[in-house]
C-alpha cells in the first residue's frame, strides 16, 4: 500500500481530496460564536477565520495550478496535504486568535485538493465527459460539507471547538498517506519551464468564453459564501438555534447541491454545458426570489430561509460541474492554470462577499439582508452564462 503510485487516481480519492477541501471550510461554522468566546475577541475578528482562509485559497490557487502545470499535479498536492496537516495540529495548539489566525491560514494550501482532482479529471477526459464525471465527484463530495456543520456542532458540544482541528489534523494525515498510496501523475506534457509556461497565458487570458465560465462560477459560489458568513448570526438572532441544530440546518444547501450535481453528472453527456448551467441559475434564482417574497410577506420561519437556500443548491450543484468543464477546456494544456485562477475568483470572490455580507448583517433585518446578497450573486451568475451563450450563438458552436 506504502508504494508510490504511478497510475491514474481511482474516483473515490478524487472525491476525498475534493471533500476534505470544502470539509476544512465549513465545519468548524457552528463554533465561531464559542470561539470568539475563547479567544475574547469580537466576532467579526473570529470570521476571519472564513474570510481569511478564502482570501487565502485564492491567491494560492493562482501559485498551486501553474504549479502542478510546471512540475507536475502528484508533487504539489502531496506537498500541500502534509503543510495542511501540520497547520492544523497549530490551529488546536493555538492559546491567542492571531496564532489561531497563522494556522488557519496555512491551512488553506488544502485547496490543492480541489484544483488538482479537477485537473486529474480534465488531463483524462474530453470537455463532456469532464463535466458528467465532475458532476459525479461534486455530488458525492456533497456529503462532505453537508455532514461537517452537524458533525462539527456536535464535536463543540461534546469536546470543544478544538475537536474540529484535531479531526481536520487526523483527516490530512490520512489523505496523505492514501494519495501517496494512489495518485500517480497525469500531467504527462509538463510545461519545461514557468517562463514558457507564463508565455502562453495570454492563450488563456484573453478568452471571452474562459472569463464566461469563471465569473458564472464565482458568482455562483459568491451566494453560498455569502451564506456561511451570515447564516451563524441569523441563526442565534433570529431563530435561538444551538450549535448541533445550526450544523443541521446549514447541511440543508449542501443535500439541494448533491442532487443538482446528480442531474448534471447524469445529463452533461446528452446537453450543451451552457443548457445544464442556465438551468442552474434560473432554478438559484427563483428559489430566492420565492423566499424573499415569503420574507417580506411576513412569514419568518426556519423553513422559509432554508427552503429557499436548498433550492440554492440545487442551482450550484447544476452550475458548478459545467462551469469546472467550461473553463477546463478552453485551453487543455493549461487546465491546472485555468483550474487555479478560475477557483481563485470564486474563493476571492467568495472572501469578499462573505466579508460584506457579514458588515452588513444586522438584527433587524438579517434574514432579508442574506437572501437579497445571495439573489444578487445568482443574478450576476446568470448574466454571466447568458454572455457565454451569445459568445457560443456568434461562433455558431455548441458546447
Known sequence: M???????PRVASLIMLAGLSVLSLNMFLPSLSNMAETFQ???AVASLAIAGYLAMTAVLQLVIGPLSDRYGRRPVLLAGLLIFSVASFGCVLATNIWAFLAFRLAQGVIISGWVISMAVIRDTSEPREAASLIGYVTMAMAIA?????MVGGVFDELFGWRSSFVFYAVAGTAMLVICWADVGETNTSPSETLASQIQSYPELFSSRRFWGYALCMAFSTGSFYAFLAGVPLVAETIFKLSPSSLGFYMGT???GFMVGSFLSGRYSRRFALTTIVLAGRVVACTGLIVGLAFLFAGAIHVATL???????????????PGCSAGVLSVRPKLAGS?????GALSVGGGATLSSITSVMLTEGDAA???????????VMGLLATLYVMRIDRS?????
Open 2 to 8: 506504502f508504494n508510490a503510485a504511478t497510475s491514474p
Open 41 to 43: 475577541v469580537d466576532y
Open 145 to 149: 460539507p453537508m455532514l461537517g456543520p
Open 253 to 255: 444547501i449542501t443535500s
Open 306 to 320: 432554508f427552503g429557499a437556500v436548498i433550492l440554492v443548491g440545487l442551482g450550484n450543484g447544476l452550475t458548478t
Open 338 to 342: 485555468a483550474s487555479g485562477l478560475a
Open 368 to 378: 432579508l439582508t442574506l437572501l437579497g446578497m445571495m439573489l444578487f450573486c445568482s
Open 395 to 399: 461562433e455558431g458552436r455548441k458546447r
